[in-house]
């Protein structure tokens, strides 16, 4: 949780920076349900007293939380290690998600070469490997067979 304020409702909670993003409002509501943990992964719903497994379905290496979605998972791991991530926030994927989310999602420069922000691409790639998560979680056919046909 938020060393200072961990709901909106409190006067000195942490999480306004979200406000002031230039992205689209739908990528600022899913960071704003970041902050609030309020995003349905298999943790946070089992928290919520959901029963089922709680176990990442991409790599079934951890618990599916919102930093092993985002950060932590191995598809997530090697995304982040191929992007140009500024030097100056690599030490920031070893911190509470919470920092990590405020750190790269605020920082505005722009990378060297692109016409945009390192921030922009942080949260367009947040907001993908979200996406992609449900895709691969709710098109149950297709990951059965795809794991059959790994396991055949
Ligand atoms: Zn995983």
Known sequence: MLATGSSPNEPNF???????????????????KCLLMSIP???????????GDTCCDWCHEDQESIAHVLRDCPIATRIWAESEC??????????????WL????????????????????FLF?????????NKRLFARPSSF???QAVEN
Do not use: M, Y
């Not at 942490?14 to 704003?32: D, H, S, Y």
């Not at 500024?86 to 919470?98: A, C, E, G, T, V």
């Not at 999602?105 to 921030?119: I, N, T, V």
């Open 145 to 147: 067979n795809l794991r």
């Open 14 to 32: 942490a999480g306004n920076w979200v406000w002031k993003l230039k992205i689209l409002p739908k990528i600022q509501l899913f960071v704003w």
């Open 125 to 133: 790639g947040i907001w993908n490997l979200w996406l992609f998560r």
């Open 86 to 99: 500024p030097s100056q926030l690599r030490k920031s994927f070893n911190l509470d998600i919470l920092e």
């Open 41 to 51: 992964t298999k943790s946070i719903l089992a928290q919520r007293g959901f029963n």
């Open 102 to 121: 405020r750190l790269n999602a605020c920082f505005s420069s722009h990378l060297p070469g692109k016409g945009h922000q390192w921030a922009t691409f």
